[in-house]
């Protein structure tokens, strides 16, 4: 098992910053693949960033690439999603996420093992 605990959400303007955090325990090595993902109200969930064991392997949604980066501190089993441009509807939970293999589609809600409890994100206009 792993487990996952985000950090790091509030309520921010739009056109500010946040910087979340997601830290890994247990089983972290089933963390191959590490996500964020998020659901607004009344929507699905929906893929966000992804990021591969070594960082070598990134991949964004097109609706937050150029404002949002993931990073990993493997020595921490750590991952980080900056945002950076927030606008309004990136109002959402934020849930941390791991796969313990990178085969098949990293969008794919369903191919993550191990989610976190999810953390608040609220950007006014």
């Not at 893929?47 to 392997?57: E, H, L, T």
Request: glycine share 12%; aromatic share 12%.
């Amino acid at each position: 098992q792993v487990q996952l605990v985000e950090s790091g959400g509030g309520l921010v303007q739009a056109g500010g910053s946040l910087r979340l955090s997601c830290a890994a325990s247990g089983r972290t090595f089933s963390a191959t693949v590490m996500g964020w993902l998020r659901q607004a109200p009344g929507k699905e969930r929906e893929f966000v960033a992804a990021i591969n064991w070594s960082g070598g392997n990134i991949y964004y949604a097109d609706s937050v690439k150029g404002r949002f980066t993931i990073s990993r501190d493997n020595a921490k089993n750590t991952v980080y999603l900056q945002m950076n441009s927030l606008k309004p509807e990136d109002t959402a939970v934020y849930y941390c996420a791991a796969r313990p293999t990178t085969g098949g589609s990293w969008y794919r809600i369903g191919s993550y093992d191990y989610w976190g409890q999810g953390t608040q994100v609220t950007v006014s206009s």
